[in-house]
C-alpha cells in the first residue's frame, strides 16, 4: 500500500540502506538520477560484504534524500515514508557541478585560494545562475586541502577542510534522469 510519493528534497544523493530499517548499516552515494540503479551497484561492488538483493525499493521522507531499501513495494509504507518519485526540475546542471567538484577538487590536495576559483568557473560551466561559493570556513593548518558540499537551499557550494593525503571519491558518471 502506496500512502504517498514524494520527490527527495536533495536530488544529488541517494543513502543505501543493508536491510529494511531505518537503524542500521547504510552507505551514501552520489546520485546519478536513479537511486535504485545507484545502491544496486553498491550492492555489487560488495559495500555491504556482498550478497543477492533481488529487490531494491527507493523511498523519501525520513531524510531529504532518496532512501534505497531491500524488499518490495511495500517497504517504504511499513517504514512510515513516502515512496520515492523523481524530482521536478532537470539536475542534470547540479550533477554536472557535482561530477566538476569531484574531479577539480578531487584525489590531490587543492588550496583554499585556489579552489574558490575552479567551484566559480564549475559554477559557471554548469550554467547555474545565482550560485555563489561560501569559503568562511576557517582553513585549519592540519586540514589545507579544499573539500566541498552543495547546499541547495541557499544555492550555494561550501568549502570545508580535510587533511593532506586523505581522497575524495570520484563522482559517478552521470546521466540526465
Given at each position: ?60 521522507g ?27 526540475e ?36 554548469a ?51
Open positions: 500500500m502506496v500512502l504517498r510519493r514524494e520527490a527527495p528534497d536533495n536530488p544529488l544523493q541517494v543513502v543505501c540502506h543493508r536491510e529494511a530499517s531505518l537503524e542500521g548499516e547504510r552507505y551514501p552515494v552520489i546520485s546519478s538520477g536513479d537511486p535504485l540503479a545507484d545502491c544496486a551497484a553498491a550492492w555489487a561492488s560488495g559495500e555491504f560484504g556482498g550478497g543477492d538483493v533481488r529487490r531494491l525499493t527507493a523511498c523519501t525520513a531524510t531529504e534524500y532518496a532512501a534505497v531499501f531491500p524488499g518490495g513495494p511495500d517497504v517504504c509504507s511499513r517504514l512510515g515514508l513516502a515512496t520515492f518519485a523523481p524530482f521536478a532537470d539536475v542534470s546542471p547540479l550533477q554536472q557541478l557535482q561530477a566538476e567538484l569531484s574531479n577539480v577538487l578531487g584525489p590531490e590536495c587543492t588550496v583554499r585560494h585556489d579552489a574558490v576559483a575552479l567551484v566559480e568557473d564549475a559554477i559557471g560551466e550554467g547555474l545562475a545565482g550560485w555563489r561559493v561560501d569559503a568562511s570556513t576557517p582553513v585549519r593548518p592540519e586540514r589545507p586541502c579544499a573539500t566541498w558540499s552543495v547546499d541547495l537551499t541557499r544555492k550555494v557550494v561550501v568549502l570545508g577542510g580535510r587533511r593532506a593525503g586523505v581522497p575524495v571519491p570520484p563522482a559517478p558518471a552521470t546521466t540526465p534522469p
